[in-house]
């Protein structure tokens, strides 16, 4: 039902920045919760960003406050992770993920979402 694509990664030196982006397709776009998640090797996937469907409230994990900005343009059916003062923990594959949006979600755990991306690499060398 719904499609998703990122892209931006790539190889960058600590300190550097990056902004990720998705791309959505599908049924309505503007009514879903979109997230950020990255799973690091031999890691679990966890959360990093969350944005509600009105870009009016937005949640970061701990590691990535003031350094990471999410945002979303609806009329391009596109959702952004603005990385800056990258460090090497930020390496890993990062996700974009789509979730109906509920008055019960916490908007921070990964089965609270659908839908998901192929994801895209994100390398940060010291």
């Known amino acids: 039902q719904v499609q998703l694509v990122e892209s931006g990664g790539g190889l960058v030196q600590a300190g550097g920045s990056l902004r990720l982006s998705c791309a959505a397709s599908?049924?309505?776009?503007?009514?879903?919760?979109m997230g950020w998640f990255r799973q690091a090797p031999g890691k679990v996937r966890v959360f990093v960003a969350a944005?509600?469907?009105?870009?009016?409230?937005?949640y970061y994990a701990d590691s990535v406050k003031g350094r990471f900005t999410i945002s979303r343009d609806n009329a391009k059916n596109t959702v952004y992770l603005q990385m800056n003062s990258l460090k090497p923990e930020d390496t890993a594959v990062y996700y974009c993920?789509?979730?109906?949006?509920?008055?019960?979600?916490?908007?921070?755990?990964?089965?609270?979402?659908?839908?998901w991306g192929q994801g895209t690499q994100v390398t940060v060398s010291s």
């Open positions: 993920a789509a979730g109906s949006s509920s008055t019960m979600m916490t908007m921070k755990q990964p089965y609270e979402y659908d839908y």
């Open positions: 944005i509600s469907w009105s870009g009016g409230r937005t």
């Open positions: 599908g049924r309505t776009f503007s009514t879903y919760v």
